[in-house]
């Protein structure tokens, strides 16, 4: 008989904790569905804005207003809706599309003898170049003005063997904004099924860069010659030229 009362009581005791666990994790998992889409109001374009104009005239027009946006899609840098204050008497340093965040580096202050003629703060001695870049290849929409990138490049060699290399260590982005989007089918290197294959559509973005003229030399015959793709930089990242990648070193 206690043996039996033991045995019940015990069972009672696992039921409880059964529930204890169950609603634990219930609760877990409404936390994390919240944190997912969780909102913060961010500065937004809601019009396209002109470089050199200025802050106060885009926000008078309607072109800026604060908007909701998922957490884990707010841009780094992006100024909240009391963020106002920081941009005051500057003005747009490179055209800023609808939908793009506002970050502080987008806005400057401009030359009063040359007013909105969307001056770029390009360093001495460099010039600035734009390429188009899809979503992946700028790592996922992280790059923005102000960015020191690594630019890489996809191509092949004379004997058609596809490669991967380094291109350029470190350049710095002046500005981003969106282009029409392009489409891609399936595997390039399958061309009986390409017409059935799934079409895939990946937005477009133009990046424009600081690069001297030997490098803008180099970014521009790449971009004709092959795919560019970026590597956003830290401050203790590490990069360095080296021999290309392809299938005969891929592994090692």
Known sequence: MERRRLL??????????????????VRGADDRAQAHFAT?????ATQQIAPGESFEDAVQAGKISARPVVTNDVV????GADGESALSGKSALATIYPGQQIIAAEFGTTSAAAPNTGTLPIPPKHVAISVTLTDPARVAGYVEPGS??????????????PFTRLLLPKVTILGVGSTPEASSTGSSNDTTTASSAPTETLPNTL????????????VLFAQQN??????????GSAVKAGPK?????LFE
Do not use: M, S, W
């Open 8 to 25: 019940v009581v015990a069972a009672a005791v696992v039921a409880a904790l059964g529930v204890v666990l169950v609603l634990l994790y």
């Open 40 to 44: 913060q109001q961010v500065l937004t």
């Open 76 to 79: 780094p840098g992006a100024l």
């Open 148 to 161: 020191q990138v690594a630019v890489f490049l996809n191509g092949n060699d004379a004997g058609g063997t």
């Open 207 to 218: 990046i424009t860069l600081a690069v001297t003229q030997r490098q803008a030399e180099k």
């Open 226 to 235: 092959g795919a560019l793709a970026f590597a956003l930089l830290g401050q």
């Open 245 to 249: 990648t392809d299938l005969a070193n």
